[in-house]
């Protein structure tokens, strides 16, 4: 009975839109590999902590904007051009050291990059923020709110057995991964960069008068 009226209301069709949109923005797929690259040098209590930590940031980042999402980017003055390029900058600096083999400090500071870039550019980036933005401008609160609490659920258990996922492709084979995932990673925040600037350029910032 409540499914077929969810389904004859359109509910459930809104539901999925909305679920598969922030899925695919989110991408936790293709966010998998480099988690566990991220994550890759920390103690196995720590690992969890990292995404503990990562999936609650990144919820307490993007439900304000969810709720007040063009409220905040007028009040402050931000474009989400500028949050691209920002993101892409960050990116990019994480994916040369990937590519470069440059390792961090030793000690394990899991507060750090459980914050940048794990919970944010990589999961409440500015697509995700866009995202969230159109789809409650579109849709309303409640529905896109479900979407998204499921997403960042799904996202939390993947990255949880991220370590058995990818374990099975063994060390060196996790090593090779990293490198090329490393060299993506510089090539999508090049990208991210680039779609910054063109925004900027496309709403006249740039423009010479």
Request: include cysteine.
């Amino acid at each position: 009975m409540i499914w077929s009226e969810l389904v004859q209301s359109g509910i459930l069709a809104t539901f999925i839109k909305c679920f598969i949109a922030l899925f695919v923005v989110l991408d936790p797929l293709g966010n998998l590999p480099l988690f566990f690259t991220l994550n890759n040098r920390y103690s196995e209590k720590n690992k969890h902590k990292n995404i503990r930590r990562a999936v609650a940031i990144a919820t307490v980042i993007l439900l304000p904007f969810l709720f007040f999402g063009v409220w905040i980017l007028n009040f402050f003055g931000i474009t989400i051009s500028g949050f691209k390029i920002a993101g892409g900058i960050i990116l990019f600096i994480i994916g040369l050291k990937i590519v470069l083999g440059v390792e961090g400090s030793n000690k394990e500071e899991y507060s750090d990059i459980a914050i940048v870039p794990m919970a944010t550019p990589l999961i409440a980036g500015p697509g995700t923020i866009t995202a969230v933005i159109v789809l409650t401008g579109l849709y309303g609160f409640a529905i896109p709110l479900i979407a998204l609490i499921a997403n960042l659920v799904l996202n939390f258990i993947l990255f949880s057995y991220s370590d058995e996922i990818i374990g099975v492709i063994g060390k060196q084979g996790s090593e090779v991964i990293s490198k090329i995932l490393g060299m993506i990673l510089v090539a999508i925040a090049a990208e991210m960069i680039i779609s910054g600037i063109a925004g900027f350029i496309a709403s006249g910032i740039f423009a010479i008068a």
